[in-house]
């Protein structure tokens, strides 16, 4: 069955430590995007890819790198820099471009400071 | 960025009743779309409607909208208690900018 996995389901970072969040998708989408998602909150847009090779930042891209160097994969990296990294972290993808398509999430990350 | 806001923050009714969730938004859009997340689980797309679209159904869902008070409804008939979840509008606006996403729903069916 085509779909987005996202690895690890739980992921613990000490302070100072880069961790990177896997996403991967079969369904043949050109567009990916990765959210957060904290308590109470909606899902904020940290950053997305709409071709291989290219990715822009969303609105909360500080504290974060991406990569796409292959069409199925656009893994997150959350660097020290990225202050209260705590939150449940969302991958998406789309068959295009923005808003005109219904996006399909993968069932996400948590992601704990310890 | 422009954003759906989702009217209630909670919901709880009883198993057989309709459920009624709103969604306002601010700027011209182009599609509104509503999602429905599990807890702990990735979201669902449940139902895309057009700007020049005024209701569409899917099943159980109806979802309607009003681009002149810019707003969305949606509406689950005869809900169950597998309807529990959240529930999230999201919006595009011009150009090909990702989907903003509202806070969401909270919906509770007790059976």
């Known amino acids: 069955d085509g779909g987005i996995t996202q690895s690890p389901k739980y992921l613990f970072r000490k302070e100072g430590q880069n961790v990177t969040l896997s996403c991967e998708q079969n369904?043949?989408?050109?567009?990916m995007y990765w959210y957060r998602q904290d308590p109470g909150q909606g899902l904020r847009l940290i950053y997305y890819s709409q071709i291989v090779n290219d990715f822009q930042k969303g609105d909360i891209a500080e504290g974060y790198s991406v990569s796409r160097e292959k069409k199925e994969s656009f893994p997150l990296t959350v660097t020290s820099a990225q202050k209260n990294p705590t939150a449940f972290y969302l991958c998406a993808s789309s068959p295009g471009q923005g808003y005109h398509y219904g996006y399909t999430f993968g069932s996400g990350t948590r992601l704990t400071v310890v | 960025s422009q954003q759906g806001e989702e009217d209630p923050q909670a919901l709880s009714i009883q198993e057989g009743e309709n459920a009624t969730m709103n969604c306002s938004y601010k700027t011209s859009i182009n599609n509104l779309q509503w999602y429905r997340q599990n807890s702990g689980r990735g979201l669902v797309h449940l139902i895309l409607?057009?700007?020049?679209?005024r209701e569409k159904h899917s099943g159980r869902l109806r979802v309607t909208l009003d681009t002149s008070k810019k707003s969305s409804s949606l509406l689950i008939t005869a809900s169950r208690a597998a309807d529990t979840a959240s529930y999230f509008c999201?919006?595009?606006?011009?150009?090909?900018?990702?989907?903003?996403f509202g806070k969401g729903t909270r919906l509770s069916v007790i059976a």
């Open positions: 999201a919006t595009g606006g011009s150009g090909n900018t990702p989907l903003v």
């Open positions: 369904l043949n989408h050109d567009a």
């Open positions: 409607i057009r700007s020049n679209e």
